[in-house]
Structures are given as structure tokens and as C-alpha cells.
């Protein structure tokens, strides 16, 4: 039996509150919404019940804001891809903020499975007003557990539509992209953190936040296995491959929290999910 879940979420301000009005239809939904930070921020757990994705299953998730909304969507564990028979396993979310909207979509890792046929779609549309800051940290199989990726494949797409694109098919079995010194060089988790805003932000702007991201970098572990880049004048992003999960997971959380007080002036507050 396959899945095809729907959630959409439509965050609005409301007698000064930011509020998530959301629909959800199959095993997928919403577990609360919480207010660490006050009434201008609503944080939001995304919860899956059946706890992955096998072939032929389907997340789809609509997120809307506008006026001076401000949504935080996590979730409580990682979004496991299984062993596919031959269908794909799709996740896909399309983001759009109007207005002054503002949206931190941070879920935790995307792990997939040996022999798993998966794809993981995002498409952000923004404003000229609104702002938008997330990550993608994938995982490729258990190495911990002995656990190798070493059959199937994994579809990355990630679009903010006429501004940029990334997309790429990682093929197990493709050893010079999966080991070669030009590929992963057998890392098997990768990442990325990427700040976008509906119009060009200004060069001082940009420029701040790419040292104090280097600055970050420069004390950790990872500093040699991590870039951070303006692609255009309405995108930051940093990429990171590492080992495992959890030092590309601290580099991001990291970069995330002095980037959140450079470009909004808010402390780091962290959804209270990651250490439980």
C-alpha cells in the first residue's frame, strides 16, 4: 500500500500574531503550534506517522504567508527514504511568501536508504518584500551501522523560480561522483544552508554575511569541506559534505544563528524538538 499525504499551511497575522491556518489530508500534519520567541513567530513541528517514504508514496506540502507573518517549520526526526521496487519516493514542497512574509524552513536530514529510489522537491517563491531562509542536509545510507549506499538513487531539486536552480542525481552505483576528489570524495552526507530575498540585497549586506559565515567556518572541523557563496545578488548559500550527519548539522545550526541576528536582528532561538 502507498501514501500520497497533503498538508497546506497558510501562516497570517492576526491581532498581531503570526497564525498557521492548515488542511491536511493523508498521514501528514501538523503536530502544534508553539511561540518560544512571542507572538511575531509561530514555530511549527511537521510530523509523518509512518515514519518514511517507500517507492511510490508522496509528500506534498503547500506553505503560504503573507503580510509580516513569520513561520518556523521543523520536524521531529528525519525523513527516511526506503528500498524501493521499482516506483520513486517523492517529497515535494512549494514555498511562497507575499508581502513582508517571512519563512525558516529547517527539517531535520533526509536519510536514504540503501537500494531507495528517491526524489525531494522545493520551490520557493517570494515577494520583492518577503525573505526566506532554510537548509537541506542529506544523508546516503547508515555509515555508522555498516550500512552503505550502494544501490538506487536520489533527485535533488531546489528552485526559487527565474533566480536559481540546483538539481542533481546522485547514482549509487556512479563511483567517480560518489568517491572521486571532484564528487563527494566518500562523504556521504551533504548540506546546504541558503538565505534568499525577493529583491537584490545590498552589497554590504551580502558581504557581512559571507564573512561572518567564514568566521564560523574557520573554527570548525569542518572549515576544509565547506564553501559559503553569493550565486546572485538574492541568494546566499553555504554547502558542506562531511562524514556524517551530525558535524554538517552543528555547521549549519551554526552559520543559521549569526546569519538570523545579521539579517533580522532575532537571537537564535532553537526549536525546542532538536533536544528532545
Do not use: K
Not at 555547521?251 to 539579517?263: D, G, I
Amino acid at each position: 500500500m502507498t501514501w500520497h499525504a497533503q498538508l497546506d499551511i497558510d501562516y497570517q497575522v492576526e491581532s498581531d500574531r503570526t497564525v498557521a491556518r492548515y488542511r491536511h489530508n493523508g498521514p501528514l500534519r501538523v503536530l502544534q503550534s508553539l511561540y518560544p520567541e512571542g507572538d511575531a513567530i509561530c514555530h511549527n513541528v511537521l510530523v509523518h506517522p509512518p515514519g518514511g517514504l517507500v517507492g511510490g508514496d508522496t509528500l506534498e506540502m503547500t506553505i503560504a504567508a503573507s503580510g509580516t507573518a513569520h513561520g518556523l517549520i521543523t520536524t521531529p526526526g528525519a525523513t527516511r527514504f526506503y528500498r524501493s521496487l521499482g516506483e520513486s519516493a517523492v517529497q515535494r514542497a512549494s514555498i511562497t511568501l507575499h508581502d513582508q512574509a517571512r519563512l525558516e524552513w529547517l527539517p531535520q536530514e533526509a536519510i536514504c536508504h540503501n537500494a531507495c529510489l528517491a526524489e525531494n522537491h522545493l520551490r520557493i517563491a517570494l515577494g520583492p518584500e518577503a525573505e526566506f531562509m532554510g537548509w537541506d542536509i542529506t544523508a546516503l545510507g547508515l555509515p555508522s551501522a555498516q550500512l552503505p549506499f550502494d544501490a538506487g538513487h536520489f533527485l535533488q531539486h531546489i528552485e526559487v523560480p527565474g533566480i536559481w536552480l540546483e538539481r542533481g542525481l546522485l547514482q549509487a552505483t556512479d563511483h567517480c561522483l560518489m568517491n572521486g576528489p571532484l564528487g563527494l570524495a566518500g562523504r556521504r552526507c551533504l548540506a546546504s544552508l541558503f538565505f534568499v530575498s525577493g529583491s537584490p540585497l545590498a552589497r554590504e549586506r551580502r558581504a557581512q554575511a559571507l564573512e561572518l559565515a567564514r568566521q564560523v567556518m574557520t573554527n570548525h572541523a569542518l572549515q576544509h569541506m565547506a564553501g559559503v557563496t553569493c550565486p546572485n545578488e538574492q541568494v546566499m548559500v553555504l554547502r558542506v559534505l562531511a562524514p556524517l550527519v551530525e558535524p554538517a548539522t552543528d555547521l549549519l545550526r551554526q552559520v543559521w544563528q549569526v546569519w538570523r541576528r545579521h539579517f533580522w536582528q532575532l537571537p537564535a532561538a532553537m526549536p525546542r524538538i532538536w533536544s528532545t
